[in-house]
């Protein structure tokens, strides 16, 4: 008899920042049974799946997701009902159709990743296999962490207004040493902050330091100087990625740097990104231009990604039909994948196949609104991507990932990949 979905049920929680999400809870026809809790998002591009809230400002201002529950509790588990479970495609196409709308915008793109996860765990769990070995798409792999260390933009209350300042822990022997270097340089950059008599502007959404500096400029050399101080080599051990969230300090045509007192051109932006590769270990670049400036990517790229990641966030929103314009234009070399931006897990798949198919790396990553569940580290090892982005050390819906990931290196043996970066990427900035 084939495994059947029984029953759905999905109600309203509360993420990392205090705002409704949902839960769903997925029930088999063997009697298995699992949830899965869904991320939200801060930052976020105006090409994303829509996120569908009640509108109703007597509650939590509008930001409720009663709504997307009852979608999941009604209409969407009597279509589910009797569905097969082993087949996640044909459930996330059925989900899509069901919606019928390009951004997912009738049911919400919370409804249906709700309902795509939780079978996927249900799945697991009847099979009595690690979530991971579930998903695989045939080569998992431990990832490399891009862990946030810094905050500014929308993450921070716009102290700055680049939005995180992170580590890539590369050259270690383990996930484990990776970690524990994390640990170390996190807590030497509070130490530096706080030696500077810099004001912190609290803890950032992601859970990294949100201090007051002078300039963008001035984060990167904090982290330097706290990788520095925590014994570690900058480049060859520890290297920097910068997630600049351009998009949201850009406005009528230019870059504003409020906190500077500057703005740039688009040509300007890539002239200062390319300035910081040389004088620090920045190996990733993040959004660092607007959703929308093919123009100015393409240059970022003819300049920079022959010894640099390109990332697009915003730019890609783990959209297949961007990327493959972005592929065609020449822009970025690298998709960040985000589960909550298209809605399904088939098409996160998707994704990570075209990015793959042509030479692009990919970086899963988590949302600046988290919850507890663990799926994204499982995820990451699935997909064989090589890297994630969970956020800093510190809060329990990043430690979560950063738990199960140790998990999955002590329990099921997977190896780790932080070598292969430091040839990769790093191989290319030596030559």
């Given at each position: 008899?084939?495994?059947?979905?029984?029953?759905?049920?999905?109600?309203?929680?509360?993420?990392?920042?205090?705002?409704p999400?949902?839960?769903?809870?997925?029930?088999?026809?063997?009697?298995?049974?699992a949830?899965?809790q869904?991320?939200?998002?801060?930052?976020?591009?105006?090409?994303?799946?829509?996120?569908?809230?009640?509108?109703?400002?007597?509650?939590?201002?509008g930001k409720g997701?009663?709504?997307?529950a009852?979608?999941?509790?009604t209409?969407?588990?009597?279509?589910?009902?009797?569905?097969?479970?082993?087949?996640?495609?044909?459930?996330?196409?059925?989900?899509?159709?069901?919606?019928?709308?390009?951004?997912k915008?009738?049911?919400?793109?919370?409804?249906?990743?709700?309902?795509?996860?939780?079978?996927?765990?249900?799945?697991?769990?009847?099979r009595?296999?690690?979530?991971?070995?579930?998903?695989?798409?045939?080569?998992?792999?431990?990832?490399?962490?891009?862990?946030?260390?810094l905050?500014?933009?929308?993450?921070?209350?716009?102290?700055?207004?680049?939005?995180?300042?992170?580590?890539?822990?590369?050259?270690?022997?383990?996930?484990?040493?990776a970690?524990?270097?994390?640990?170390?340089?996190?807590?030497a950059?509070?130490?530096?902050?706080?030696?500077?008599?810099?004001?912190?502007?609290?803890?950032?959404?992601?859970?990294?330091?949100?201090?007051?500096?002078?300039?963008?400029q001035?984060?990167?050399?904090?982290?330097?100087?706290?990788?520095?101080?925590?014994?570690?080599?900058?480049?060859?051990?520890?290297?920097?990625?910068i997630?600049?969230?351009?998009?949201?300090?850009?406005?009528?045509?230019?870059?504003?740097?409020?906190?500077?007192?500057?703005?740039?051109?688009?040509?300007?932006?890539?002239?200062?990104?390319?300035?910081?590769?040389?004088?620090?270990?920045?190996?990733?670049?993040?959004?660092g231009?607007?959703?929308?400036?093919?123009?100015?990517?393409?240059?970022?790229?003819?300049?920079?990604?022959?010894?640099?990641q390109i990332?697009?966030?915003d730019?890609?929103?783990?959209?297949?039909?961007?990327?493959?314009?972005?592929?065609?234009?020449?822009?970025?070399?690298?998709?960040?994948?985000?589960?909550?931006?298209?809605?399904?897990?088939?098409?996160?798949?998707g994704?990570c196949?075209?990015?793959?198919?042509?030479?692009?790396?990919?970086?899963?990553?988590?949302?600046?609104?988290?919850?507890?569940?663990s799926?994204?580290?499982?995820?990451?090892?699935?997909?064989?991507?090589?890297?994630?982005?969970?956020?800093?050390?510190?809060?329990s819906?990043?430690?979560?990932?950063?738990?199960?990931?140790?998990?999955?290196?002590?329990?099921?043996?997977?190896?780790?990949?932080?070598?292969?970066?430091?040839?990769?990427?790093?191989?290319?900035?030596?030559?």
């Open positions: 008899m084939p495994l059947t979905i029984y029953s759905l049920h999905a109600w309203e929680i509360l993420d990392s920042r205090g705002r999400t949902l839960a769903v809870e997925a029930t088999l026809s063997d009697g298995a049974s949830t899965a869904v991320p939200s998002g801060a930052s976020t591009g105006t090409h994303e799946a829509v996120e569908l809230r009640d509108g109703d400002p007597k509650r939590y201002g997701t009663l709504r997307a009852g979608h999941v509790n209409e969407i588990a009597r279509v589910a009902a009797g569905r097969n479970a082993d087949d996640q495609a044909a459930l996330d196409a059925e989900l899509i159709a069901l919606d019928g709308t390009a951004d915008s009738r049911l919400g793109a919370n409804a249906l990743l709700g309902v795509s996860c939780a079978v996927a765990r249900a799945v697991s769990h009847s009595r296999q690690p979530l991971y070995q579930t998903l695989s798409l045939g080569s998992p792999r431990l990832p490399v962490p891009m862990i946030n260390i905050s500014g933009g929308l993450h921070a209350g716009a102290n700055i207004e680049f939005q995180d300042f992170l580590i890539i822990p590369h050259g270690f022997d383990s996930f484990a040493e970690l524990e270097a994390t640990v170390k340089i996190h807590g950059a509070g130490s530096l902050i706080r030696r500077a008599g810099h004001v912190l502007n609290g803890v950032a959404d992601e859970g990294g330091w949100g201090p007051l500096l002078s300039s963008n001035a984060a990167l050399a904090l982290l330097t100087d706290a990788i520095v101080e925590s014994g570690f080599q900058p480049g060859a051990q520890v290297s920097i990625a997630d600049v969230a351009a998009s949201h300090f850009y406005e009528d045509g230019r870059y504003r740097l409020t906190s500077e007192g500057r703005s740039l051109t688009s040509e300007e932006m890539v002239d200062l990104l390319a300035r910081w590769t040389r004088e620090f270990p920045v190996v990733s670049i993040e959004d231009l607007f959703e929308d400036d093919w123009d100015g990517w393409r240059v970022l790229t003819e300049k920079l990604a022959d010894k640099t990332v697009g966030d730019f890609f929103t783990t959209n297949e039909s961007r990327l493959r314009r972005g592929i065609e234009a020449g822009c970025a070399n690298t998709v960040l994948v985000k589960m909550n931006q298209i809605g399904t897990l088939s098409e996160t798949f994704v196949r075209l990015a793959k198919e042509n030479g692009y790396a990919a970086v899963v990553s988590a949302r600046s609104g988290e919850t507890e569940d799926f994204l580290a499982d995820l990451a090892t699935a997909t064989g991507a090589g890297q994630i982005k969970i956020g800093s050390i510190t809060r819906e990043r430690l979560a990932k950063y738990n199960r990931l140790l998990e999955l290196e002590s329990r099921h043996g997977l190896a780790w990949q932080g070598r292969d970066f430091s040839t990769g990427i790093l191989g290319r900035r030596r030559g």
